[in-house]
């Protein structure tokens, strides 16, 4: 029996000891008084520039020195007792001057676990804005596997200072997780866990554990492996406590249990932790041997990020920005999809100019073009959301596909039978004194009728598309589905009324 690695509490006790019971709110009320604070000081900053003048400067630079210690000393009560996440949540809400302010005031022994915390666009302001031999401070304070996750944000050099220190089983360790792609189990797994040998009695298991100073995180089981390190089984702590402690292990714990490969898909081993509602599972390599564990933490984030990335590139923007970052940076993410909506734009517009004797005849047409558009719209974005989460959750497939379709388009039908009607009928009395009412209202309700069942289409298309094509389904799908709906909106519905106005 060996473990793979044990936790470290001491920090952990130290911070429960200044903290207490967090609140979870605890983040959001954090923000509030920081914000505050920086806002009085902000006050107090310009007071004393205003009072520079007929003052030495010797003693001016001593004035401004003394009120810069005294906001540092009120800020540390407000950032010492936060936990890491939550001072992530902080620093994210911050402007880039005042996180810095912050980040500085951050104690060094507890910078790895924040920047853990942090997004990637944030962790990289703060990396820049952080001197090298901080740098390696934190990344020597790193796991292997928070290590590995940041190592391509780090400089080289401190990474290869960091790795040289490290043992040679965190060695191995790092080298194992920085060698899986970004979306595998193996980028995301942990290497701390328990392991037991089967031919031993739950009394040596127990006595075993005892000498932990404390389990690591999340340990709901300990993995069973034979002495070449072969994933058998796992053994529920609950199994531990309720049997009688001359069995064996062999003979009460559970084979039938979840193992990752390390080279799966991350999101398809978060969605597994949903659905059987997981705490931790193993994960071993190609010829079966036990190398780490997923936790349900990494699940929970993994979903969270999958869904971050999805809302993104469902809007168009290639990557997740800060939210304080420069105007430039931020404008430059947003570019992509601006330009080609900019096209699409200009290609409705023709689509327009080729029917303007149409629209010169029935000026109305001007007035009602957008309902049609907009409507149609949507319900094309009702139909692509529900597409691509079921395409996320892998319920969609080609047996079921045609189904799907035939389905959506029937709820499109209906609905633009139904809607198209009443707008028709809208537009009929809103133009009934002309001899063009009837006319219109038939129009409108065709042109609904048809751009929502081509809505629908576009829905399901583009992202099945994307997927197929190994890309992200939500990749600016409603920049794709708003060109396709303006564009073939128009051209139905003016197209319609070329036929019936003639």
Same mark, same amino acid.
């Given at each position: 029996?060996?473990?793979? =690695?044990?936790?470290?509490?001491?920090?952990?006790?130290?911070?429960?000891?200044?903290?207490?019971?967090?609140?979870?709110?605890?983040?959001?009320?954090? *923000?509030?008084?920081?914000?505050?604070?920086?806002?009085?000081?902000? @006050?107090?900053?310009?007071?004393? &520039?205003? %009072?520079?003048?007929?003052?030495?400067?010797?003693?001016?630079?001593?004035?401004?020195?003394? +009120? /810069?210690?005294?906001? &540092? =000393?009120?800020?540390?009560?407000?950032?010492?007792?936060?936990?890491? /996440?939550?001072?992530? $949540?902080?620093?994210?809400?911050?402007?880039?001057?005042?996180?810095?302010?912050?980040?500085?005031?951050?104690?060094?022994?507890?910078?790895?676990?924040?920047?853990?915390?942090?997004?990637?666009?944030?962790?990289?302001?703060?990396?820049?804005?952080?001197?090298?031999?901080?740098?390696?401070?934190?990344?020597?304070?790193?796991?292997?596997?928070?290590?590995?996750?940041?190592?391509?944000?780090?400089?080289?050099?401190?990474?290869?200072?960091?790795? &040289?220190?490290?043992?040679?089983?965190?060695? %191995?360790?790092?080298?194992?997780?920085?060698? $899986? =792609?970004?979306?595998?189990?193996?980028?995301?797994?942990?290497? #701390?866990?328990?392991?037991?040998?089967?031919?031993?009695?739950?009394?040596?298991?127990?006595?075993?554990?005892?000498?932990?100073?404390?389990?690591?995180?999340?340990?709901?089981? +300990?993995?069973?492996?034979?002495?070449?390190?072969?994933?058998?089984?796992?053994?529920?702590?609950?199994?531990? *406590?309720?049997? #009688?402690?001359? /069995?064996?292990?062999?003979?009460?714990?559970?084979?039938?249990?979840?193992?990752?490969?390390?080279?799966?898909?991350?999101?398809?081993?978060? &969605?597994?932790?949903?659905? $059987?509602? @997981?705490?931790?599972?193993?994960?071993?390599?190609?010829?079966?041997?036990?190398?780490?564990?997923?936790?349900?933490?990494?699940?929970?984030?993994?979903?969270?990020? #999958?869904?971050?990335?999805?809302?993104?590139?469902?809007?168009?923007?290639? %990557?997740?920005?800060?939210?304080?970052?420069?105007?430039?940076?931020?404008?430059?993410?947003?570019?992509?999809?601006?330009?080609?909506?900019?096209?699409?734009?200009?290609?409705?517009?023709?689509?327009?100019?080729?029917? #303007?004797?149409?629209?010169?005849?029935?000026?109305?047409?001007?007035?009602?073009?957008?309902?049609?558009?907009?409507?149609?719209?949507?319900?094309?974005?009702?139909?692509?959301?529900?597409?691509?989460?079921?395409?996320?959750?892998?319920?969609?497939?080609?047996?079921?596909?045609?189904? @799907?379709?035939?389905?959506?388009?029937?709820?499109?039908?209906?609905?633009?039978?139904?809607?198209?009607?009443?707008?028709?009928?809208?537009?009929?009395?809103? $133009?009934? %004194?002309?001899?063009?009412?009837?006319?219109?209202?038939?129009?409108?309700? *065709?042109?609904?009728?048809?751009?929502?069942?081509?809505?629908?289409?576009?829905?399901?298309?583009?992202?099945?598309?994307?997927?197929?094509?190994?890309?992200?389904?939500?990749?600016?799908?409603?920049?794709? @589905?708003?060109?396709?709906?303006?564009?073939?909106?128009?051209?139905?519905?003016?197209?319609?009324?070329?036929?019936?106005?003639?």
């Amino acid at each position: 029996m060996s473990p793979t =690695s044990t936790a470290d509490p001491d920090n952990d006790l130290e911070s429960s000891k200044v903290m207490g019971p967090r609140e979870p709110e605890a983040a959001q009320h954090a *923000l509030e008084e920081i914000q505050s604070l920086f806002a009085r000081f902000r @006050l107090e900053t310009e007071v004393v &520039q205003k %009072e520079k003048f007929g003052v030495e400067p010797d003693r001016q630079q001593l004035v401004e020195q003394l +009120v /810069a210690r005294q906001q &540092q =000393s009120a800020l540390l009560p407000k950032i010492r007792p936060l936990h890491a /996440a939550d001072l992530a $949540y902080v620093l994210e809400a911050l402007p880039r001057e005042q996180r810095e302010k912050v980040w500085h005031l951050v104690a060094e022994d507890r910078r790895g676990e924040v920047m853990v915390e942090l997004n990637e666009a944030v962790r990289q302001s703060l990396i820049a804005e952080t001197s090298r031999e901080a740098l390696l401070r934190i990344a020597q304070s790193l796991e292997p596997d928070d290590l590995a996750a940041m190592a391509d944000e780090l400089p080289f050099d401190i990474v290869e200072r960091v790795r &040289q220190g490290l043992t040679i089983e965190e060695r %191995e360790q790092l080298r194992q997780a920085m060698s $899986y =792609s970004d979306d595998s189990v193996g980028a995301r797994m942990d290497f #701390e866990m328990v392991t037991i040998r089967d031919d031993v009695t739950l009394e040596v298991v127990l006595r075993y554990l005892r000498r932990f100073d404390e389990l690591p995180d999340h340990t709901d089981q +300990v993995f069973v492996i034979d002495r070449k390190e072969t994933l058998l089984g796992a053994l529920p702590i609950g199994h531990l *406590l309720v049997n #009688e402690p001359e /069995a064996l292990v062999s003979e009460v714990m559970r084979r039938d249990i979840l193992s990752l490969n390390a080279r799966d898909d991350a999101y398809d081993a978060a &969605q597994a932790f949903e659905r $059987y509602d @997981l705490v931790s599972a193993p994960v071993v390599n190609d010829q079966g041997k036990l190398i780490g564990r997923l936790t349900v933490s990494e699940a929970v984030d993994l979903i969270r990020e #999958e869904s971050d990335s999805e809302v993104l590139a469902q809007a168009g923007l290639r %990557e997740e920005e800060d939210l304080f970052s420069s105007v430039w940076a931020s404008a430059k993410n947003r570019w992509l999809w601006l330009g080609l909506n900019l096209c699409t734009a200009f290609f409705a517009s023709r689509v327009i100019g080729a029917f #303007e004797g149409t629209i010169e005849r029935v000026v109305a047409l001007a007035a009602l073009m957008p309902i049609v558009a907009g409507i149609a719209g949507n319900t094309g974005n009702q139909t692509m959301t529900l597409f691509i989460r079921s395409l996320a959750l892998g319920q969609v497939t080609a047996g079921n596909l045609t189904r @799907l379709l035939a389905k959506e388009l029937s709820i499109a039908g209906l609905n633009g039978l139904v809607w198209g009607s009443v707008a028709g009928l809208f537009a009929w009395w809103l $133009y009934s %004194e002309t001899s063009n009412g009837l006319l219109l209202g038939i129009t409108m309700m *065709l042109a609904i009728l048809l751009n929502l069942l081509v809505a629908a289409l576009i829905a399901i298309f583009v992202p099945m598309s994307l997927h197929r094509l190994g890309r992200d389904p939500a990749l600016g799908s409603s920049v794709l @589905l708003t060109f396709s709906t303006d564009s073939l909106g128009f051209f139905i519905f003016l197209g319609l009324a070329s036929l019936f106005f003639g």
